[in-house]
């Protein structure tokens, strides 16, 4: 199993930036790629950005340039930079650990609320 332990987030004004950052530990070696998911209030988990072990990254639609995704791999951290944050960006952001053998196995965070609002 893996663990992961998610910071940042928290309250930010409309065009400001944020960081999120998730490390993992426990069975490293089951890990395919790192990415951030995220459910806004009464709507589905939706993909935010997802990085694999080659360093493929797929964002979603609506991210538009404004976030990035890096990791520090000998850290096992995964990051995403927020910027120009927008009130519809509000909601519960989910560090994801892709497993190598299957999405059905996959291991979650906890979660981190993300509220942008003036």
């Known amino acids: 199993q893996v663990r992961l332990a998610e910071s940042g987030g928290g309250l930010a004004q409309p065009g400001e930036s944020l960081r999120l950052t998730c490390k993992a530990s426990?069975?490293?070696?089951?890990?395919?790629?790192m990415g951030w998911y995220r459910q806004p209030p009464e709507k589905e988990r939706e993909l935010v950005a997802e990085?694999?072990?080659?360093?493929?990254?797929k964002y979603g639609e609506f991210v538009k340039g404004r976030f990035t995704i890096s990791k520090d791999d000998p850290m096992n951290t995964v990051y995403l930079d927020m910027n120009d944050l927008k009130p519809e960006d509000t909601a519960v952001y989910l560090c994801?650990?892709?497993?190598?053998?299957?999405?059905?196995?996959?291991?979650w965070g906890q979660g981190i609320q993300v509220t942008v609002s003036s």
């Open positions: 994801n650990a892709a497993n190598r053998w299957g999405r059905d196995n996959d291991d």
């Open positions: 426990g069975s490293i070696f089951s890990i395919a790629g």
């Open positions: 990085m694999d072990n080659d360093g493929i990254i």
